[in-house]
């Protein structure tokens, strides 16, 4: 039968039992600590010379070998016998059984093991062997520990009830796990794995970007003007200038400064940092990538993408398809375009093209789409299709040419003058990917910001201010370029099948307990 896990909550009485008996832990252990030093040994020693991991060992034993072998980690499971015991330890690669027996490692080194517990981390010399029972193993010649653990790690136990495995005691609250997310990676294996796979994930983006010959950079993070995006920041006050500061929302102006300074493309993993909301999709401080080449466009950057995703997604599954929830996504390429009036015709049957303000909120009546007042008519059109439309986009889909009003740092479509050269990639209902063919008309962009900085004098704090000098930089020219900004934590979420943001970052930020 499958193994199912025990979620019920402790009652008062148990939780009061647990802490005293958490205590009573806490107690014994720090008079073992007292008792090591006793014996003279130095429970937190410098250093331990490692020459072989877990998993490598499992992997390569073959039954003739006795290979000499120095490991460490943390004891995770203890079996105190007689004259012997085991033992398992857990290292960065993997657990592995460790045999003690006291004549070969000697009564003080045995007398030593008696004072430890699950959590305690030793380092072994020994060879390897295989168990009466099968088990490769490692047989202790000599034992060091080397750091006493003061707190009861938690360890999921199993019982048999019905012919069923119960598994309970799991660490396996969501709040705790993303608070003491030490805990989690050392007693959760499988989160360790993600979060290799986030690496691996990102390691592959930079190499892509690395061979097509960009420039990987980094730009200020503390900025005296903010902008590259619509939202609000987090304000600092530098006492030596006597001035405020901001925490970047995105790394875009820079970016472009350094094309405009003659470099045909560069990039820069960036932390960004955000004043919103949070929830499953959205923690104030985020990764994302931002990538721009000189002379391409908008077209060019979704063939960019395409090719980007299929690779990451190879390397870290093998294959195009990845599995998300209920959903198999599909990177193979090419994606769905869909300009984003066809997708809400396609998805709400309203045809948006040409229509007023007013024509705009009556289509959202007609939707039943609650709207706040004094909208204008672009942000209309982004709710509808926020509602109606993106959660239903599962499989990749490029939503093309927004209009004018959303976009004031992207170039006026070719075509269509209302509407502006960008494109957001959606996937699993969420947007991945922003681009645009860049604007580099100086006067245009000028305008374009004083239009936002306008929207802000009027109370929408999440508007852009004029940066003079990005200005100055486009009065110098801008070669045509086209920029991209995907979001590593989102698209960790859909890679690694993540339900949310909060899965996907060692630390997110939490509300005081």
């Given at each position: 039968m499958?193994?199912?896990?025990?979620?019920?909550?402790?009652?008062e009485?148990e939780?009061?039992?647990?802490?005293?008996d958490?205590?009573?832990?806490?107690?014994?252990r720090?008079?073992?600590?007292?008792?090591?030093?006793?014996?003279?040994?130095?429970?937190?020693?410098?250093?331990?010379?490692?020459t072989?991991?877990?998993?490598?060992?499992?992997?390569?034993?073959?039954?003739q070998?006795?290979?000499?072998?120095?490991?460490?980690?943390?004891?995770?499971?203890?079996?105190?016998?007689?004259?012997?015991?085991f033992?398992?330890?857990?290292?960065?690669?993997?657990?592995?059984?460790v045999?003690?027996?006291r004549?070969?490692?000697?009564?003080?080194s045995?007398?030593?093991?008696?004072?430890?517990?699950?959590?305690?981390?030793?380092?072994?010399?020994?060879?390897?062997?295989?168990?009466?029972?099968?088990?490769?193993?490692?047989?202790?010649?000599?034992?060091?520990?080397?750091?006493?653990?003061?707190?009861?790690?938690?360890?999921?136990?199993?019982k048999?009830?019905?012919?069923?495995?119960?598994?309970y005691?799991?660490?396996?609250?969501?709040?705790?796990?993303?608070?003491?997310?030490?805990?989690?990676?050392?007693?959760?294996?499988?989160?360790?794995?993600a979060?290799?796979?986030?690496?691996l994930?990102?390691q592959?983006?930079r190499?892509?970007?690395?061979?097509?010959?960009?420039?990987?950079?980094?730009?200020?993070?503390?900025?005296?003007i903010?902008?590259?995006?619509?939202?609000?920041?987090?304000?600092?006050?530098?006492?030596?200038?006597?001035?405020?500061?901001?925490?970047?929302?995105?790394n875009?102006?820079?970016?472009?400064?350094?094309?405009?300074?003659?470099?045909?493309?560069?990039?820069?993993?960036?932390k960004?940092?955000?004043?919103?909301?949070?929830?499953?999709?959205h923690?104030?401080?985020?990764?994302?990538?931002?990538?721009?080449?000189?002379?391409?466009?908008?077209?060019?950057?979704?063939?960019?993408?395409?090719?980007?995703?299929?690779?990451?997604?190879?390397?870290l599954?093998g294959?195009?398809?990845?599995?998300?929830?209920?959903?198999?996504?599909?990177?193979?390429?090419?994606?769905?375009?869909?300009?984003?009036?066809?997708?809400?015709?396609?998805y709400t049957?309203?045809?948006?093209?040409?229509?007023?303000?007013?024509?705009?909120?009556?289509?959202?009546?007609?939707?039943?789409?609650?709207?706040?007042?004094?909208?204008?008519?672009?942000?209309v059109?982004?709710?509808?299709f926020?509602?109606?439309?993106e959660?239903?986009?599962?499989?990749?889909?490029?939503i093309?040419?927004?209009?004018?009003?959303?976009?004031?740092?992207?170039?006026?479509?070719?075509?269509?003058?209302?509407l502006?050269?960008?494109?957001?990639?959606?996937?699993?209902?969420?947007?991945?990917?922003?681009?645009?063919?860049?604007?580099n008309?100086p006067?245009?962009?000028?305008?374009?910001?004083?239009?936002q900085a306008d929207?802000?004098?009027k109370?929408?704090?999440?508007a852009?201010?004029?940066?003079?000098?990005f200005?100055?930089?486009?009065?110098y020219?801008?070669?045509?370029?086209?920029?991209?900004?995907?979001?590593?934590?989102?698209?960790a979420?859909?890679?690694l099948?993540?339900?949310?943001?909060?899965?996907?970052l060692f630390?997110?930020?939490m509300?005081?307990?």
């Amino acid at each position: 039968m499958p193994e199912q896990l025990d979620h019920s909550s402790p009652s008062e009485a148990e939780r009061h039992h647990l802490e005293e008996d958490l205590n009573d832990q806490m107690k014994r252990r720090r008079e073992e600590l007292d008792e090591i030093r006793k014996l003279g040994i130095d429970p937190y020693p410098r250093s331990f010379e490692v020459t072989h991991f877990a998993k490598p060992i499992l992997d390569q034993f073959k039954d003739q070998q006795q290979e000499t072998v120095q490991v460490a980690g943390r004891i995770m499971s203890i079996r105190k016998m007689g004259k012997a015991s085991f033992f398992h330890i857990q290292d960065s690669s993997g657990k592995i059984q460790v045999y003690l027996k006291r004549d070969d490692v000697g009564v003080d080194s045995y007398n030593l093991f008696k004072l430890l517990d699950i959590g305690d981390i030793v380092g072994i010399v020994g060879y390897v062997f295989r168990t009466k029972k099968g088990e490769i193993s490692i047989h202790a010649q000599t034992l060091e520990l080397l750091s006493k653990s003061l707190r009861p790690i938690p360890i999921a136990k199993q019982k048999e009830v019905d012919g069923k495995t119960i598994t309970y005691d799991a660490f396996s609250d969501k709040e705790l796990r993303y608070r003491q997310r030490y805990l989690d990676l050392m007693v959760n294996p499988e989160i360790r794995e993600a979060f290799k796979k986030r690496t691996l994930m990102i390691q592959t983006l930079r190499q892509y970007f690395v061979d097509q010959g960009y420039l990987e950079v980094e730009t200020p993070i503390l900025q005296p003007i903010y902008g590259g995006a619509t939202a609000r920041p987090f304000v600092t006050h530098h006492n030596s200038l006597g001035m405020d500061l901001y925490l970047r929302i995105a790394n875009e102006l820079y970016l472009k400064r350094l094309i405009v300074g003659g470099f045909d493309g560069v990039f820069e993993f960036a932390k960004d940092f955000r004043n919103e909301g949070m929830d499953r999709f959205h923690n104030p401080e985020f990764t994302q990538v931002e990538l721009y080449v000189a002379y391409k466009d908008y077209n060019w950057m979704m063939e960019l993408v395409e090719t980007v995703l299929a690779k990451t997604a190879q390397a870290l599954h093998g294959s195009t398809q990845v599995t998300f929830g209920e959903h198999a996504i599909d990177f193979s390429g090419p994606f769905e375009r869909l300009t984003m009036a066809e997708s809400i015709q396609k998805y709400t049957g309203k045809d948006i093209e040409g229509k007023s303000l007013e024509e705009l909120r009556t289509m959202a009546k007609e939707l039943n789409l609650e709207l706040e007042p004094g909208l204008s008519a672009s942000r209309v059109i982004d709710e509808i299709f926020g509602e109606f439309v993106e959660p239903k986009l599962i499989q990749p889909t490029f939503i093309i040419d927004y209009p004018l009003e959303m976009s004031p740092l992207a170039k006026t479509h070719r075509d269509h003058k209302h509407l502006v050269e960008r494109f957001e990639l959606i996937v699993a209902g969420k947007e991945l990917c922003n681009s645009f063919s860049e604007l580099n008309d100086p006067l245009d962009q000028r305008e374009r910001l004083e239009q936002q900085a306008d929207m802000r004098a009027k109370g929408d704090d999440e508007a852009m201010s004029v940066d003079e000098d990005f200005l100055k930089a486009l009065e110098y020219g801008m070669p045509p370029c086209a920029g991209l900004g995907i979001g590593i934590d989102r698209m960790a979420m859909v890679m690694l099948n993540q339900p949310s943001i909060r899965d996907v970052l060692f630390f997110p930020q939490m509300k005081p307990e």
